[in-house]
């Protein structure tokens, strides 16, 4: 089976262990590429606090507003059902799926800086835009600005992030961009409490994403590239000048020679796509390719975070109630990505992600019944304060569950089991399938929130015990294997051994 090649991350090979530290110079590299994440997380906390407002429905979507103030309806289930406006949420994200493919060829042709810097640039246009936006007409076009800037930053900063990180800290610096999106939710999530006392106030909570945009347009000038892309640019002798820069040694030749060999090896393989989709060898990589960003999204985490205020609203919550509620959930989601930094080398990724699958199944279960029991079918009621703080406690257990697994994970793993030859191919797959199903989830969650009702929480419930048992059976436990040797697993795992051959009858005792 193919896919012992030194990934071009500057993976190592059995045995080696290159000369280096963990420079300042890297970590801070690192950290400022990784705060891309704060704009994909800024948007995600931002959106469903504005649709929350009552001086933004008036603007924009009047009829939501209506029904939303009970003068023509009483219905709790369908107070937002309104597909323009899951439209202005999730626009976004049919824009980022687009984006990641022309990202993904300005990264190989420019670099990965200038990718960052051009989805800062256009990420600041669409925040400027929405900010000031007079019509409907202009609130969709900025949100789909700031689309683009999402897809090029989701393309390119995990990839900056994994080819400037030594080898030893690749997981975790690999993680803070999932962190750097939690924390640019709870920082909207603060916004948005505060904004909604103010006249106007959805103006400043949608201008003020151009400052995390800025801050990613301003770290694309300024971050080096990485000797990865110098090298496959033919800039032999810078790249082994920057390489020894970020390693803090001069001695870097096996590392460098690594690399060279690494982007040889890859400039053979002609069309990645083709390998992926139609070699049996690599059947896992692509069930995991399409699965795990598909499953990820039908958890219902994006509707809590696109939607926490309009549900908490829903469930009777007052505005400012709605939104504190949601900063809340905001600042459990940071806390526990913690958690999955901390133990995801140690416990294992299996682990965290059975532990999290059963979290979160036992979470919606318990949501969906309080809800049924004050609303019904009807959707007439409201909830008492106590009420409504074990409705909050147990959503943010859900939110826990997640930022600890499918969160982080889905990811990590993706990036872990994809060898060189098909890692470009494997990852579009991912980022594009990973906005898909985040724009059908959001454009489709508040007519299912009005026509299922609280059958909706069950539905996801059903579907994370359905992910929970998908990985049982299939998912290796890929800690502390090198990704030289991930390949190696399949053929061993009592489900995948069916498909894969056997490599010379190698086996790793410790899978």
Not at 68 to 88: A, H, P, R, V, W
Not at 106 to 123: A, E, H, K, N, Q
Not at 299 to 323: E, H, Q
């Amino acid at each position: 089976m193919a896919g012992g090649i030194v990934p071009s991350s500057g993976g190592r090979e059995p045995g080696k262990d290159y000369p280096g530290e963990t420079t300042m110079y890297v970590i801070i590299a690192c950290i400022v590429a990784a705060m891309g994440g704060l704009i994909f997380g800024y948007d995600i906390g931002i959106s469903g606090g504005v649709t929350s407002m009552t001086p933004f429905l008036k603007s924009f979507f009047p009829s939501v507003y209506r029904k939303e103030s009970g003068i023509q309806s009483s219905n709790q289930y369908c107070k937002f059902d309104s597909q323009i406006l899951t439209l202005f949420t999730s626009s976004l994200y049919i824009a980022a799926l687009l984006a990641s493919f022309v990202a993904s060829w300005i990264t190989r042709r420019f670099g990965r800086t200038w990718t960052i810097f051009y989805g800062g640039l256009v990420f600041v246009v669409g925040a400027v835009m929405n900010g000031l936006a007079q019509n409907l007409a202009m609130l969709i076009i900025g949100r789909l600005l700031l689309g683009v800037g999402v897809g090029f930053a989701s393309q390119s900063v995990p990839l900056y992030l994994s080819e400037m990180a030594p080898y030893k800290m690749r997981g975790a610096l690999n993680q803070m961009f999932q962190l750097f999106i939690t924390i640019g939710i709870l920082i909207a999530n603060v916004l948005n409490y505060f904004t909604n006392r103010m006249e106007n106030g959805w103006r400043w909570s949608l201008g003020l994403a151009a400052v995390p945009g800025l801050v990613i347009l301003v770290g694309g000038i300024f971050l080096p590239e990485t000797p990865n892309f110098l090298i496959d640019r033919n800039r032999s002798e810078e790249a082994k000048k920057r390489l020894q820069r970020i390693r803090g040694v001069a001695n870097v030749d096996e590392e460098y020679n690594d690399l060279v060999a690494a982007s040889e090896a890859s400039k053979k393989v002609t069309n990645p796509w083709h390998r992926l989709f139609f070699d049996r060898n690599y059947r896992p990589q692509l069930t995991y390719s399409v699965a795990l960003p598909s499953l990820q999204q039908i958890t219902g985490i994006n509707v809590v975070m696109f939607y926490a205020p309009v549900l908490f609203k829903t469930l009777g919550f007052g505005g400012d109630a709605s939104l504190m509620s949601a900063l809340i959930t905001g600042g459990v989601n940071v806390l526990a990505t913690f958690v999955a930094i901390w133990l995801a080398d140690s416990k294992g990724r299996r682990t965290l992600f059975l532990a999290g699958g059963i979290q979160m199944f036992i979470s919606q279960l318990v949501v969906g019944g309080l809800i049924w029991y004050k609303f019904k079918w009807s959707g007439e009621g409201n909830v008492s304060g106590a009420y409504a703080i074990i409705v909050v406690l147990f959503i943010c257990a859900f939110v826990t569950g997640f930022a600890y697994s499918w969160g982080p994970l889905a990811w990590l793993v993706i990036s872990e089991i994809l060898p060189l030859e098909v890692r470009s191919a494997g990852q579009s797959v991912n980022v594009s399938l990973n906005m898909f199903w985040t724009f059908v989830i959001g454009q489709a969650f508040l007519i299912l929130l009005c026509h299922l009702k609280f059958l909706l929480f069950f539905v996801f419930a059903i579907c994370v015990l359905g992910m929970s048992i998908f990985i049982y059976i299939t998912l290796p436990e890929t800690k502390g294997i090198p990704i030289e040797e991930m390949s190696r697993i399949w053929s061993l795992h009592s489900f995948w051994k069916k498909y894969i051959p056997t490599e010379d009858g190698v086996k790793l005792e410790e899978i």
